[in-house]
């Protein structure tokens, strides 16, 4: 990961690697709404468009609490930059991204479990 410095903000940036397995590039965006949760039982969103080279498109990531834990819905449009190619893409790009950000989720959830076990109480 590679972000902006200070605390996470409207025009805060960052990027990630998107791909999958040896084919990756730098996935660039900046923030455009900042909703963090009030409490760690609080609901909270953010909202991100991509500005990279290579992926155009936007998300919506929202986290409330649910009864066994907390439930997170992501809402993600993404095609390829590359004009009337990447509209034509897209139905490839969906089956394809679907997948791809369930893992990035299950592996950003998984640090923090992992962390929030290192951490004392």
Do not use: C, N, Q, Y
């Not at 409490?39 to 080279?53: A, I, Y």
């Amino acid at each position: 990961m590679r972000v902006d410095g200070g605390t996470p903000r409207v025009g805060w940036g960052f990027a990630g690697l998107s791909g999958i397995g040896p084919l990756h590039f730098s996935d660039s965006m900046i923030l455009t709404r900042w909703d963090p949760p009030a409490d760690e039982r609080g609901s909270g969103r953010f909202s991100v468009v991509k500005t990279g080279r290579v992926l155009d498109g936007w998300a919506d990531v929202r986290v409330d609490p649910a009864p066994a834990g907390t439930a997170v819905r992501w809402v993600e449009e993404i095609t390829p930059r590359v004009g009337a190619l990447g509209r034509l893409a897209r139905p490839v790009t969906d089956r394809v991204s679907g997948p791809m950000f369930a893992r990035a989720l299950d592996g950003m959830l998984g640090e923090a479990v992992r962390r929030s076990a290192r951490t004392p109480s």
